[in-house]
């Protein structure tokens, strides 16, 4: 999780409120400085460029959603399954309500679908950080499965979750409960040939 300063963290609410409401093809760093009530050399300071503040935009929720994964496997020291389903619900709920994700994924504003790359070409960010943050917890469980075939497993889950998140089929609980249950099949099975 990288630490921001009070400016930054006012500058990319402003930048996220700006594009919720406007749309990111509004958003510029003029704008972004009369909203925070800075120059717009101190937005270019502490951000850099539109697309440095894309990715901090983007950065920044998924540090949120994975601070929710840590808790889930936090709260299931015990329980693998328990901390799949909490983490998947968490999750899904957090995306359900998320205004900015809601902006990226649908292109609310017309075609200013401009931020959507940044959640498919770019989405190495996203994929590889979420996998980095559950291989770190499951390492704490016993698992009886290869290194390979557990990296399949968690890749498998976390690939499931997000398309969840970028296309929601149902309740978040229900969700939840049936990536835990095809989580399960997959890690409690054992080595397979």
């Not at 920044?60 to 808790?71: C, I, K, N, P």
């Not at 498919?120 to 979420?130: D, V």
């Not at 075939?149 to 089929?169: G, K």
């Amino acid at each position: 999780m990288v630490t921001s300063s009070p400016l930054r963290e006012r500058l990319l609410e402003a930048a996220v409120q700006l594009t919720t409401d406007a749309g990111w093809a509004k958003v510029t760093m003029a704008r972004l400085a009369d909203e925070v009530g800075v120059s717009r050399q101190t937005v270019y300071n502490e951000i850099g460029t539109k697309n440095d503040l894309a990715e901090a935009m983007v950065m920044r929720e998924l540090d949120r959603f994975l601070a929710g994964v840590a808790r889930s496997f936090d709260e299931n020291p015990d329980d693998l399954i328990g901390a799949i389903r909490d983490s998947a619900r968490r999750v899904l709920k957090y995306a359900q309500n998320n205004a900015l994700l809601h902006a990226v994924v649908s292109a609310t504003h017309g075609a200013d679908t401009e931020l959507l790359p940044l959640l498919t070409t770019h989405s190495e960010y996203l994929l590889e950080g979420a996998k980095l943050v559950v291989a770190e917890r499951v390492a704490a469980y016993d698992v009886d499965l290869p290194a390979d075939r557990l990296e399949a497993s968690i890749d498998m889950v976390v690939r499931l979750v997000l398309s969840h998140v970028m296309q929601p089929s149902g309740d978040p609980a229900r969700t939840g409960d049936d990536i835990a249950w095809i989580a399960e099949r997959v890690l409690r099975r054992g080595p397979m040939a």
